[in-house]
C-alpha cells in the first residue's frame, strides 16, 4: 500500500532555525549549533515552501544524493522535531520521513567505527605524553587520563575548569560535569577518576601555575601556560596524536570514550553499569562500540559448557 502524504496544515514554514536558536538557549552549546545548522539546510532547500512530511522527505532524497550521511539525514529530523516541540508547532515529520530515513539508511555503506583507544592503550598513551617532560607533554597526559577514566565527550572535556576536580582522602577523586549533551537541563554529574589521573592533573597543575579557571589550556612557545581555554578541535589532535605515537592509527576525539565502553564489558560490567558510566540513556550505544566484547560476555558464553573436540 502506498504511504500517504501527512495530514499536517498546509502552512508556511515557522519553524526558522533564527526562531529555534532565540527559543534553545538552555541548550547545551553544541547541540544548539548543530540543530540550526541542520535546519538552515532545510531552509536553504525549502525557502518559504510549507514545511511537511512529504516536503521534508524529499529534502532528505537530496541531501542522501549529494553523499550526505544517514546520521545527518537523522539529526536533521530530530532537529526538525525539536524545533517544533519548542516553538510549539505541528510535528511535520511523518511517514514518508520514516521510509526516506530507513531506505536512506539500507543504502548506505555500514559505517566504519574509529579506532578504539581502552584502557591499557590510554594509560601507555598518557605515559608517551608525560614522557616528553615540559608543559604540553603533562598536559596531555591529564587530558587522556581524565578522558579515559570518566568517558568524556570532547565538548565536555573543553569547558572543565579547575574546580571541577575533587579528591577524596585515599588519592583517587572525581570530575564535575556541569552540562553534557544527554543532560540538557544541566544537573551535572560527578564521575569518578583514578589516583592515576588525579596524579596526571595535579603534575599538569602545579608545572602550570594553575589554581583556578580554565583546566585544559593553550601552551605557546617556550612552554608559556596561557589562560586560553583548549578548543574542541585541539583536544580531538591530542588524541590522534598520542595514539599514533603507540601504533593506533585512525583514533579521534570519541576514541577513549568507545575504548573505555569496550574495556568496562571486557572487565564484566553489565549493561546498566556501562550506560551508567558513559551516560548513555538507551544501551544502543554500548552496543554499537563493544558488540565484540558483549558477544563473549552472553548467555551462551557463561551458560553453555563446551563439547571437546575428537
Known sequence: MTPQPSQHPQQPCR???DAFSAASADFAPATRRAYTGRLRAVQAVLGSEPLTDSALSRV??????QGQSPSTLSLTVAAVRTAARRLGEPDPVG???????????RAAPPARQVAAVDWAAADAAADAAATRGDAIGLRDAAVIAVMSDALLRVGETASLDAADIGRAD???GHVHVRRSKTDQNGDGASLFLRRAAIMRIDAWLTAAIIDGGPLFR???KGNRVTDERLSTRAIRAIITAAAARIGIDGASGHSL???????L???????PEAMLAGRWTSPTMVHRYAKSELAHHSAVSRL???HPTP
Open 60 to 65: 532528505l532524497d537530496g541531501m542522501a544524493a
Open 257 to 263: 570514550r568507545i575504548g573505555s565502553a569496550q574495556s
Open 265 to 271: 564489558i571486557r572487565a564484566g560490567a553489565q549493561m
Open 218 to 220: 593553550r601552551v605557546r
Open 15 to 17: 519553524i526558522t532555525a
Open 304 to 306: 553453555r559448557p563446551d
Open 95 to 105: 511517514p514518508l520521513c520514516e521510509i526516506a530515513l530507513r531506505t536512506h539508511r
Open 170 to 172: 585515599d588519592g583517587t
